[in-house]
Each structure stands twice: as structure tokens, then as C-alpha cells.
């Protein structure tokens, strides 16, 4: 079974609809570990060998967000910029997390053809976390297909509502138990692809 650490990084979590959603639905997940940075770390000052220590027990990673301007809430770049430091996530002697799993698991109040040339955001949504895949790949960690809720807020079928966190932990827990094959991992484009493999 992986281990699995969710790190989750929302300003406004009173004012949330979809990240609060997704976060009661991994409620109880056996081998999932909530950590919340700007609960954790009000003043934005980052435990960098604590951020490590934690890193070191997992196996998958789930950066859990928010999409803000095309990218992460500030918290979770200062962790980037602060806890994946040269010798230690990257260059010759590191290895910290190399084999570990990276999973952006992101909400957006974009409509998934906004994310075309067609739409307002000119470029489908993957070009847009090319940053994070790369960051992963100079790690050695393995880039899993993002897993992506669009427009949550859109939605007002209570039972629609519900199967967003629904999709999300049955995702999270076929991760950990290494139900999907290396192949349909790298094949998809979206993790949430793979329900159809699970049902
Ligand atoms: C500062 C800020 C920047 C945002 N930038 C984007 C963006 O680049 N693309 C997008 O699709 N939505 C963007 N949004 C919308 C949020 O992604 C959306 O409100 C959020 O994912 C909904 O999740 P929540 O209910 O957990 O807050 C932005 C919202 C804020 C407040």
C-alpha cells in the first residue's frame, strides 16, 4: 500500500466549495496524510527539514489546489522554492525523492473548453502545468496524470456535487492499493479517465 501525503494549499478554505468537497472525501482514506500549509504556517514561514521529514514517509505526493493565474496559491511555491533545495530534491547527489509519485490534483473555476484555442484560455489546461510536471521530472519523481475538477460551482445537482469527491477518493485509494498499470497511467491525459478502468 502507498503511503500517500496530500498537500493541500488554499487561502480562503471558509470560502471554499471544491477543495472542501475533495478534502471530506479522503476523510478517514486509510494511508492518507492531510497536510494543510496555510493552516500549518500562518506566516508563511516554512519548516523546510519538517517539509522533508514528511516527504521521506510518503511515497505519492498530492499537491491539492486551487488553480490561481494559471499556477499554485503562494504558499505552495514558497514550499517548492524553499523545501526542494539543490543537493536535496535536485542535482548530482540527490535522490530524496527520486521513484516518489507527484499528483497535481487541481480545481478551476474555468470550463474545461475554456482550456482550448477556441476559448478564453487559448491552450489546453496541461500546457498550463508544464512547470510542475517538469519540476517533478528533475526530482525523479514519476508525473501521474493531473487530476482535474473544473467549474465546481456550476454544478447544482446535489448528486453531481457529491460525485466530484466521490471520482476523487476512489482515484486516491486505486493509487495506493497500485490498482492501475504503469501503462494506463502514462496513456492518460486526466487521471479521472481511469474511473471507466475501475468500475
Ligand atoms: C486569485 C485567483 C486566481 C484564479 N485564477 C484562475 C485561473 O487561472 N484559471 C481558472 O480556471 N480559475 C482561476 N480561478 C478560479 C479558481 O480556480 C476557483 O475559484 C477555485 O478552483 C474553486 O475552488 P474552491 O471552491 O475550493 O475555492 C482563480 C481564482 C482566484 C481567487
Redo the contacts with the bound molecule.
Sequence with gaps: MKRILVIFS?P?LQ??????QLLQALDGLEGVTLHDLYHQYPDMYIDVKREQALLAEHDLIVFQH??????CPAIMKEWMDLVLEYGYAYGPEAHALAGKQWLSA?????APE?YCSAGY?QRPLLDFLLPFQQTAQLCGMHWLPPFVLHS??KLKDPAALRRCGQDYRQLIEALRDEQLTQAQLSESAYLRDLLEVLS
Design positions: 488554499h480562503a470560502s471554499s466549495k471544491a477543495n472542501k486551487p488553480f490561481y493565474w494559471y499556477s487541481i480545481t478551476t473555476g474555468g475554456s484560455n465546481f460551482h
